[in-house]
């Protein structure tokens, strides 16, 4: 489970590079993250990743039942159909789309690895 | 061809005819130039015509990213502009950091080339291959803040911005091109920008690059990174105080100029980076950059609350702080804040305002000529409203937006006073005190500058250092330093990190990232940083560069320092350019021999550009 703490990021989306190269394997960009800096400039925005909330609205929004929790949330590709129900649903903006295939992608932990929390220089994410 | 670091395409506007065209990268221009400033150099020394007005159609720019540029690379977003520059009428490059570069690359672009002029405002737009110009009357006369802001807002947040402020737009030789709080500061290429009417650049990209060899390439990304965490520099001081971490350096060491370059000390204590350091929120990194030397700063009372910046750098607090005899750092960081706003370039600004306070005590300027304002030594309100008349071009601020080298032609007696190089204002650092960096501000190829070469680190900060005044060995570190150098501003690296970082853990970055035979060991590196400097100098020589601008202003070799550590010192930087020519094999006027370039495979090149 990450923990954030918003006043610590520094804005240099190395945990972003990061997710994706972890789950695209080999691609260098930022664009298919599941964790995700918001914008807000000239600020710097919120992190928005998947907390691992008690309440698990995504799991409970999707209406094909291709989401599920096994210490972090599964998706079911087969049952997915990509309407984004889940990532309306979130309150955390924890769940985010596939730019290219369409598919929710949301926190799985990296197998507990937690890639993301490694890449960040700044100590802006951490296990909670 | 399938390409590995590079995104792999060029994208050409031409804003006199509205085309847009998408062309395959040249593979042999990326192994003998790398990318970013040399890309800028070899499609510049090939394209532009000879002598024509930066601020003409004629003129291009190339905004470039390196082959490292959007990787997971460290400290790795940087993005190159490169055109002909008003303030000098020769070459002109900037760097700068931020998210513009790696958004381009993940468009699908190492390279855009902005050619013609556009009769009306437009703002160019690219989402992936969707490219087009658009109108932008409605943000035409706004500054870059309010610009940026309101452009975020209409396409999204995750779109980056390039813009020019009303300094640019008005075509003043100060004007900086500024992307979200980075800026390409120094030479005027906001005005180059504005006089192709072109107030804007959005972007915004959905792919991603790949690597030649991305487990290898992992791994030197690590190790790179562990480099930089470890380091005392990138690991420690700079994330604490940003570039101001050299304050208490300079000033222990006397190569902190005052006064317009006339003393090296002010009465009382200096500004040190703790003070600075008290203003600061926190910290904003670069895109993939964990140095964060980047700080926001915020002003929270007195006469300047509710001032912001992101800064102010060490330049600045020199520019707007010392050179104008003023210690009062709200004040610095709204003047930094204004100059962001109008698109200015804050240390040419901060250099020309010191030079007017410099007139205004030895009488050569009045109230009459100032409209008003009270140019004495720190009268920081006389200040912060030149930098608002310089920024709107209102009345003698129409003139003080020249740049130095103008004023000092008529303002009279005051030729000679001014600070600058080949008509680039100087930065904060006294060539009296570092002979090395004389050297380097009189072979600078853009004028006075320290980002082609800051030899102080060899001087005062290595183990075993040359010594700010012995002249042995420092031509070698000056042209090393620029080889280099031009490399790092090809590569898409930060010239930060590679203060840190060894050829011998950069060259694998750009060899497994790329995969280029050309581009795979330290030496054909390096070799390319001489080859894109030689062919910057043939640029220069072809735009009327002659062997006698190769140096500074006069009174650092007949005015000695007049206190501080390096008191009684001068610098008489003409054997230093005779000895750097010899080094560099070009001959006594300071042209490349046919020898070196038949080495660096530009013989060909220069021969054709002379028919």
């Not at chain 2, 038949?598 to 054709?608: I, P, Q, T, V």
């Amino acid at each position: 489970m990450i923990k954030t703490r918003k006043t610590e990021c520094t804005n240099c989306r190395l945990c972003m590079l990061a997710c994706t190269a972890a789950h695209e394997s080999g691609l260098h960009s930022s664009k298919f993250s599941r964790i995700h800096i918001e914008d807000a400039w000239p600020e710097i925005g919120a992190i928005h990743v998947c907390v691992s909330c008690a309440k698990q609205f995504c799991v409970e929004a999707c209406p094909e039942k291709a989401l599920s929790w096994d210490g972090h949330v599964v998706l079911d590709k087969d049952k997915c159909t990509r309407c984004g129900v889940c990532s309306e649903a979130c309150p955390f903006g924890g769940v985010r789309k596939h730019p290219v295939s369409g598919y929710p992608l949301v926190c799985d932990t990296c197998n507990g690895r937690y890639l993301c929390i490694k890449a960040c220089p700044a100590g802006a994410i951490s296990r909670r | 061809m399938e390409w590995s670091g590079y995104a792999g395409k060029v994208l050409e506007v031409d804003l006199t005819s509205g085309s847009i065209t998408i062309n395959e990268l040249d593979r042999d221009m990326a192994e003998q130039f790398v990318g970013g400033k040399g890309f800028g150099a070899s499609i510049l020394y090939d394209r532009l015509p000879a002598g024509c007005d930066p601020l003409s159609p004629e003129n291009m720019i190339v905004l470039a990213t390196g082959p490292l540029t959007g990787t997971s690379v460290a400290a790795s977003g940087r993005l190159e502009l490169c055109t002909k520059g008003p303030a000098t009428n020769l070459w002109l490059d900037c760097n700068a950091g931020g998210s513009f570069g790696p958004e381009l690359k993940y468009a699908g672009y190492d390279v855009l080339i902005i050619t013609g002029a556009a009769s009306e405002p437009v703002m160019l737009v690219i989402e992936d291959d969707d490219v087009r110009l658009v109108s932008a009357d409605e943000y035409w006369g706004q500054d870059t803040l309010e610009t940026s802001r309101r452009l975020k807002a209409e396409f999204g947040g995750d779109y980056r911005v390039t813009c020019i402020g009303q300094a640019g737009e008005l075509l003043s030789p100060l004007a900086s091109v500024q992307t979200e709080y980075r800026s390409f500061g120094r030479g005027g290429a906001g005005a180059v920008m504005g006089s192709k009417k072109l107030k804007a650049i959005v972007v915004n990209g959905s792919g991603g690059l790949r690597a030649a060899d991305s487990a290898k390439l992992d791994m030197m990304i690590r190790e790179a990174a562990n480099e930089l965490a470890n380091s005392p520099d990138t690991g420690s001081a700079r994330p604490e105080f940003g570039t101001n971490v050299l304050l208490s350096l300079m000033e222990y060491t006397g190569i902190h100029p005052n006064k317009n370059f006339q003393q090296s000390t002010l009465e009382g204590e200096p500004v040190t980076e703790l003070e600075v350091s008290r203003y600061f929120d926190r910290s904003r990194a670069c895109f993939a950059c964990p140095i964060r030397c980047s700080k926001i700063a915020r002003v929270k009372e007195g006469r300047f609350k509710g001032a912001f910046t992101e800064g102010p750098e060490y330049e600045t607090v020199w520019a707007f702080g010392g050179h104008c005899a003023n210690k009062d750092i709200p004040t610095i960081i709204e003047a930094e804040h204004v100059c962001d706003a109008y698109g200015l370039d804050a240390v040419s600004v901060g250099n020309v305002i010191g030079f007017l306070m410099d007139c205004w005590e030895r009488g050569f300027i009045t109230a009459e000529d100032t409209a008003g304002l009270e140019f004495t030594w720190g009268n920081v309100e006389a200040m912060i409203e030149a930098v608002h008349l310089m920024g709107k071009r209102e009345g003698p601020g129409m003139d003080w937006s020249m740049g130095v080298r103008y004023l000092e032609g008529i303002i009279p007696g005051a030729a000679g006073l001014g600070g600058h190089v080949k008509g680039l204002e100087l930065p904060a650092y006294d060539p009296r005190a570092s002979k090395a960096m004389a050297l380097a501000y009189a072979t600078s190829d853009r004028g006075g500058c320290h980002l082609r070469s800051w030899p102080i680190s060899e001087e005062v900060m290595v183990q075993n250092p040359l010594g700010q005044h012995t002249l042995e060995f420092k031509p070698e570190v000056v042209k090393g330093q620029q080889d280099f150098y031009s490399l790092i501003n090809s590569s898409g690296l930060c010239l930060f990190a590679a203060f840190v970082l060894t050829m011998e853990q950069i060259a694998p970055l750009m060899e497994y990232a790329t995969g280029l035979p050309g581009l795979d060991s330290a030496d054909k590196l390096i070799a390319a940083g001489e080859r894109i400097n030689t062919l910057v100098r043939l640029f220069n020589l072809r735009e009327g560069l002659t062997a006698d601008q190769d140096t500074i202003p006069d009174r650092f070799r007949t005015d000695p320092l007049p206190d501080g550590p390096c008191k009684g010192e001068t610098v008489d930087v003409a054997q230093l350019v005779s000895a750097y020519y010899c080094l560099r094999e070009w001959d006594s006027e300071g042209r490349p021999t046919e020898e070196l370039l038949n080495k660096l495979g530009l013989a060909e090149r220069s021969a054709a550009s002379q028919q």
